[in-house]
């Protein structure tokens, strides 16, 4: 199974949340399926309607960025570290 870790800041939206989770999956678009199973409405954070990875959101398999956002069907193995991280923007001065 792949070990998913999230950042403290999805913790604020769902304090259930560990600091990683093992889940199935073959896949980005599976592993978040399987997550979404696990804490009901958390896929609807991560993605929209389309399936389409939000832009706050950013997700790596090991230390790389997965490239394909609009699909979510980069390859993930059961040895696979994948890191969920909300993107923070900062505001003006």
């Given at each position: 199974?792949?070990?998913?870790?999230?950042?403290?800041?999805?913790?604020?939206?769902?304090?259930?949340?560990?600091?990683?989770?093992?889940?199935?999956?073959?896949?980005?678009?599976?592993?978040?399926?399987a997550?979404?199973?696990?804490?009901?409405?958390?896929?609807d954070?991560?993605?929209?309607?389309?399936?389409?990875?939000?832009?706050?959101?950013?997700?790596?398999?090991?230390?790389?960025?997965?490239?394909?956002?609009?699909?979510?069907?980069?390859?993930?193995?059961?040895?696979?570290?994948?890191?969920?991280?909300?993107?923070i923007?900062?505001?003006?001065?």
């Open positions: 199974m792949a070990k998913v870790k999230f950042t403290n800041l999805l913790r604020r939206f769902y304090p259930n949340l560990k600091d990683h989770l093992e889940v199935q999956g073959q896949s980005v678009v599976e592993v978040v399926e997550l979404n199973q696990q804490h009901p409405g958390l896929k954070y991560l993605v929209d309607e389309r399936g389409k990875l939000r832009q706050h959101v950013n997700i790596f398999i090991g230390e790389e960025l997965i490239k394909d956002k609009e699909t979510l069907q980069d390859v993930v193995r059961d040895t696979d570290e994948i890191f969920i991280l909300q993107a923007s900062g505001g003006g001065f």
